[in-house]
């Protein structure tokens, strides 16, 4: 189940049109995800697939995770005609990604509780995802332009740059 929620305005002020909004989007849906589920076999080199001698690493243990992700965004741009054939974009957006260290919050969670998946004996650094922290400051700029030669109705050149920026691995 994917909620959103999002909202838009745009002010148009002689010769520039300010365009800002936000949204929020709450993602909460079970997933399959447990690393080497399937089994994963590693070949010490060409000789070892050929001898068949290979380590396998297999994973036991609950596969479905309850997936909540809780997102916001937040924009502001302006389109300024400079000219009838000339037109600028400039804008800034950000990104908030909230659930960016669930598995690591599960597989500690796994790893201390009463029925561990790895040995104990291991240090939790081998055995749990590590921890990311948390960037609030994901500002992700955006420029662009439209050119019309004058006399070329029929020609618009554009071009434009931003920064996107992904969430870390869960």
């Not at 745009?10 to 909460?28: C, D, I, K, M, P």
């Not at 589920?37 to 070892?48: L, W």
């Amino acid at each position: 189940k994917d909620t959103q929620i999002q909202d838009n305005f745009t002010l148009s002020l002689g010769n520039h049109a300010v365009s800002l909004g936000g949204a929020f989007e709450y993602q909460n849906s079970p997933n399959v995800f447990l690393p080497n589920i399937s089994g994963g076999y590693t070949f010490n080199g060409f000789n070892g697939l050929l001898q068949d001698a290979a380590t396998l690493a297999l994973a036991a243990g609950n596969a479905n995770i309850h997936f909540t992700e809780p997102d916001w965004a937040a924009y502001i741009q302006d389109d300024w005609k400079v000219t009838p054939e000339l037109t600028l974009n400039m804008g800034v957006r950000w990104e908030y990604f909230s659930s960016i260290n669930q598995l690591h919050s599960i597989s500690l969670a796994n790893q201390t509780g009463s029925a561990p998946l790895w040995s104990t004996a291991l240090p939790l650094s081998a055995t749990t995802f590590p921890q990311i922290a948390q960037d609030y400051k994901h500002f992700e700029p955006r420029l662009g332009f439209a050119y019309s030669p004058s006399g070329m109705k029929s020609l618009v050149v554009r071009g434009g740059y931003s920064v996107n920026i992904s969430p870390a691995y869960y």
